[in-house]
């Protein structure tokens, strides 16, 4: 079956502009969750879509958002970006068995 | 902040070697997952350990749990170089539906 995509692989952005980064999950997993790859803060938790609703969030601010359709597909959203929100952005999705796949992510570099 | 620390940090050993990698959290957990991943890409899930079991083995992998002094440790018999990477653990908490993951092990393998 199909893996995980994520989609673009690669972005540069200037501070201030706005990105969305894209995840199509595995086919009949309807739980999508995103998370931030940092040199320094690591593997954090941004937040977590099933069937369309976000069921968790992590502690990040408002700049950072998130949506899920009704293929499952989600979208997540940074406005005004921040130099600091460069960074590894991971897509996993699950099928609630406590499975989590990967996918490859997107590098965002802000200049 | 993260829930996991691991160590070692890093981790050099020469091919055909064994690797121990050992994982500390700090909540209750429903299962613990092992990753690998490669240069920042995106992570591969290696081995899944549920709360009630103690150890669980997969090819030259070997899982072991234990759920009083919340502690795991990866076990990776007969080192190839091809398993250079880093290596990560993540817990799943009870209603969480998310991963809080440990601070990794580079580990390298030298032929």
């Known amino acids: 079956k199909a893996g995980v995509t994520q989609t673009p692989r690669y972005l540069i952005k200037t501070r201030g502009q706005q990105v969305t980064l894209s995840c199509s999950p595995i086919?009949?997993?309807?739980?999508v969750s995103w998370y931030q790859q940092t040199p320094g803060q690591g593997l954090q938790f941004l937040f977590e879509y099933f069937s369309e609703t976000q069921r968790n969030k992590g502690n990040f601010p408002g700049r950072f958002s998130g949506r899920q359709f009704s293929n499952s597909r989600s979208e997540m959203n940074v406005s005004t970006l921040e130099l600091g929100d460069s960074a590894l952005y991971l897509c996993?999705?699950?099928?609630?068995?406590?499975?989590?796949?990967f996918g490859s992510g997107t590098r965002l570099t802000v200049v | 902040s993260q829930q996991g620390e691991e160590d070692p940090q890093a981790l050099s050993i020469q091919e055909g070697e064994n690797a121990t990698m050992n994982c500390s959290y700090k909540t209750s957990i429903n299962n613990l997952q092992w990753y690998r991943q490669n240069s920042g890409r995106g992570l591969v899930h290696l081995i899944l350990i549920r709360s009630n079991e103690r150890e669980k083995h997969s090819g030259r992998l070997r899982v072991t749990l234990d759920t009083s002094k919340k502690s795991s440790s990866l076990l990776i018999t007969a080192s190839r170089a091809a398993d250079t990477a880093s290596y990560f653990c993540?817990?799943?908490?009870?209603?969480?539906?998310?991963?809080?993951f440990g601070t990794g092990t580079r580990l390298l393998v030298s032929p």
């Open positions: 086919s009949g997993h309807r739980s």
């Open positions: 996993a999705s699950s099928g609630g068995q406590g499975d989590y796949t």
């Open positions: 993540a817990t799943d908490g009870t209603g969480f539906q998310k991963l809080v």
